[in-house]
C-alpha cells in the first residue's frame, strides 16, 4: 500500500494523541512520577501542535511555518530528555532553552538564503543532539539502572538520534551524488522512521515507570514494614542468589539472633517500647554489619545475618560488636534505658554451595542451646563452649 506524505502526517499525530492519552491514563495511577509523566504528555501534544505546523508550512510567509515546526519539534524532545532527567531530581532547563535560541538564530540567520538545506539537513541535527542525549540520560540514570526496559528505551532513542544524524551529514552527500530527485525518497523514509518512532517513545517510556513501579511493590513484599530489613521471604531470596552466585568463595558463616526475655520487654513496657527495641536492634546490626553480609528480621525477635566469605572467627566477633552496641544502645537510649540483651547462634560452612535452609537450621540449633545456658551469649554450632555475647 502506497502511503503520501499527508497520510503519514496525519498517522504521526494520531499516534501522538493516542500516546497523550494513554501517558495521562498512566499518571493517574503512578503519581509519585506525575512530573515526568506530565512532562511527556505535554512533549506528546507539542510534538502533534508541530506536525499540524509542518502540514501548513507553506501557508506562512518566508520560512516562518518551516521555523515555527523546527522550534517546535526540538521543544518536544528537549521536553522529553528533561523528563527523563526528572527521574532522578529536577532538571536545568538553561541549556535546553539556549539551544533552542539557537535553532531560531540559525533559521533566522540562514533559512532565507537556504531553505531547502536548513529544513532538510541543518534542522536534523538538534533533533540528533536531543536523542542522543537522551539515551545518555537513560544509560546514567539512577532510578532506572536496573530496570530490564531500559536498554530498549536507550536503543530507541539513540536510533533515532543516529538516523536524525544521517540524515544531517551524509543525505547531503547523497543527494549531490544522486541529485535532488533523492529528496522526496528521503521526506518519507523520515515519515515512515516517525511514525515508528512515535509509536515506540511512549510505549518505552510507560515501560519504564510500570516495571519501576513493579520493582517498587516487589521490593515492598520483600521488606519488613517495622524495621526496614529484608523480611524472611527477602532474606532468603537474596541470601541463595548470594550463594549462588559466589559459589567459590569460601567459608560462610550464618548468625541467627534472638532478642532476650522480648515478650517481658513488652508485658512490662508496652508494644511501643518493644517496636523500638525491635528498631534499634536492626539498626545495630546493619551499622555493624551492612558492609559484610545479609540482614534480615525472619519474624518477631529473630534476626538472622548470612557472612559469605566469613569464618567463624570473623563472624563471631560480628556477631559480638551487634550485641555489645544494642546492649549499650539499649541502655543509654532515652526512649528506653532498658537492659537488652541477645542470643546468638552461629553456624559455618566450607563453602557457599551449602543450603541457606541447611545453615540456617544448624546456627537455630546453636541458637536453642545458647538459650537453654543462660541467654546472652554466642554458640556455636557443633562446639562445646560459649561465649558471652556482651
Known amino acids: 500500500m502506497n502511503m503520501d506524505l499527508p497520510t503519514f502526517w496525519y498517522l504521526t499525530v494520531g499516534t501522538l ?38 502540514m501548513k508550512r507553506d501557508a506562512f510567509p518566508g520560512v516562518t511555518g518551516a521555523a ?62 536531543a536523542c542522543i542525549l537522551t539515551a545518555i540520560a537513560l544509560s546514567r540514570s539512577r532510578a532506572v539502572r536496573e530496570l530490564r526496559s531500559r536498554p530498549v528505551a536507550i536503543a530507541v532513542f539513540f536510533g533515532h538520534g543516529v538516523f536524525y544524524l544521517l540524515r544531517g551529514t551524509v543525505a547531503p552527500l547523497l543527494v549531490a551524488f544522486y541529485g535532488e530527485s533523492l529528496l522526496p525518497v528521503l521526506a518519507e523514509v523520515t515519515m515512515y522512521e516517525a511514525v515508528l518512532f512515535t509509536v515506540a517513545m511512549p510505549m518505552a517510556l510507560m515501560a519504564l515507570i510500570r516495571e519501576e513501579y513493579q520493582a517498587q511493590l516487589l521490593a515492598v513484599s520483600r521488606t519488613d514494614f517495622l ?107 532515652d526512649g528506653l534505658k532498658l537492659t537488652a540483651t541477645v542470643s546468638i547462634g552461629l553456624a559455618e560452612a566450607a563453602s557457599n554451595t551449602t543450603a541457606l535452609a541447611e545453615l540456617l537450621s544448624a546456627a537455630d540449633l546453636a541458637l536453642y542451646k545458647a538459650k537453654a545456658l543462660g541467654r546472652n551469649r554466642i554458640q556455636v554450632a557443633g562446639a562445646k563452649t560459649v561465649s558471652e555475647a556482651a
Not at 272 to 294: E, H, N, S
Open 17 to 54: 494523541v493516542i500516546a497523550t492519552a494513554m501517558t495521562l491514563w498512566e499518571r493517574q495511577a503512578h503519581g509519585e512520577r506525575a512530573v515526568p509523566l506530565g512532562i511527556w504528555a505535554a512533549s506528546y501534544v507539542v510534538f502533534a501542535i508541530g506536525c499540524v505546523f509542518a
Open 68 to 129: 515555527l515546526t523546527n522550534i517546535l519539534f526540538v521543544l518536544a524532545y528537549l521536553m522529553v530528555l528533561q523528563g527523563v532527567r526528572c527521574l532522578d531530581g529536577k532538571a536545568r532547563i538553561a541549556w535546553p532553552a539556549a539551544l533552542l535560541i539557537a535553532v531560531a538564530a540559525i533559521w533566522a540567520i540562514a533559512g532565507e538564503p537556504y531553505p531547502v538545506h536548513v529544513w532538510t539537513y541543518v534542522a536534523s541535527l538538534p533533533i540528533a543532539l
Open 227 to 333: 524495621t526496614g530489613l529484608r523480611n524472611r521471604q527477602g532474606f532468603f531470596e537474596l541470601g541463595a542468589r548470594a550463594l549462588r552466585d559466589g559459589a567459590t568463595q569460601r567459608p560462610v558463616s550464618l548468625l541467627a539472633f534472638d532478642l532476650d526475655h522480648f515478650k517481658a520487654i513488652n508485658d512490662r513496657y508496652g508494644h511501643d517500647a518493644g517496636d523500638a527495641v525491635l528498631k534499634l536492634f536492626a539498626t545495630v546490626a546493619r551499622d555493624i554489619a551492612r558492609a559484610d553480609g545479609i540482614i534480615g528480621r525472619l519474624g518477631g525477635e529473630e534476626f538472622a545475618i548470612l557472612l559469605p566469605g566469613q569464618d567463624s572467627t570473623a563472624a563471631s566477633r560480628i556477631g559480638e560488636a551487634v550485641a555489645r552496641g544494642f546492649a549499650e544502645r539499649a541502655a543509654r537510649s
